[in-house]
T-cell receptor, first 111, second 114 residues
């Protein structure tokens, strides 16, 4: 079982819809990242969270440390939001840290 | 300011050869981390360097190695290439050498092994 699980794997929405992508992890973490990857491979860091909630434009990210769960919300979705969204947890194991990635959520927003 | 620069962007090698990829971080950033992305395994952490020292390492065989220079530029090397090494290799730079590091990714180097 992967240490970082994302759901759903694929998500199709109509323009304007509210979108939620979930990420859960099984071990203690020091931080969690939400990343966006467009076709062609380029990755953009959207948020880095260690507690609470962050907002940037139409994007909101939350994290619940006790429940080991994070969500990424997109309000008023737009076709340009179509991309793969990846959560990644910074995990400490045996004195070293590593970034462990979820499998990604492919979002398609139709006009 | 200039972003993270990876070179080369595309390359084709044959089995058994070796390859060196380069990553120039954002000016002032001292952390460089490397990742492999394949359709089957997704994104996986390779290693991270901070101020010329390898801080963390993922679960990859010894054929994968890296180094960081005094100007923070980093290289990764893969020796004795296998077909399964075909992947997009991404690097990211950060200002801190810890988990609390906002990462800026390069565009990646796409390696094809024939």
């Amino acid at each position: 079982k992967n240490e970082v699980e994302q759901s759903p794997q694929n998500l199709t929405a109509q323009e304007g819809e509210f979108i939620t992508i979930n990420c859960s992890y099984s071990v203690g973490i020091s931080a969690l990242h939400w990343l966006q990857q467009h076709p062609g491979g380029g990755i953009v860091s959207l948020f880095m969270l260690s507690s609470g909630k962050k907002k940037h434009g139409r994007l909101i990210a939350t994290i619940n440390i006790q429940e080991k769960h994070s969500s990424l919300h997109i309000t008023a979705s737009h076709p340009r939001d179509s991309a793969v969204y990846i959560c990644a947890a910074y995990i400490t194991q045996g004195g070293s840290e590593k970034l462990v990635f979820g499998k990604g959520t492919k979002l398609t927003v139709n006009p | 300011k200039a972003g993270v620069t990876q070179t080369p962007r595309y390359l084709i090698k044959t089995r058994g050869q070796q390859v060196t990829l380069s990553c120039s971080p954002i000016s002032g950033h001292r952390s460089v981390s490397w990742y492999q992305q394949t359709p089957g395994q997704g994104l996986q952490f390779l290693f991270e360097y901070f101020s010329e020292t390898q801080r963390n390492k993922g679960n990859f065989p010894g054929r994968f190695s890296g180094r960081q220079f005094s100007n923070s530029r980093s290289e990764m090397n893969v020796s004795t290439l296998e077909l399964g090494d075909s992947a997009l290799y991404l690097c990211a730079s950060g200002s801190q050498g810890s988990g609390a590091n906002v990462l800026t990714f390069g565009a990646g180097s796409r390696l094809t092994v024939l």
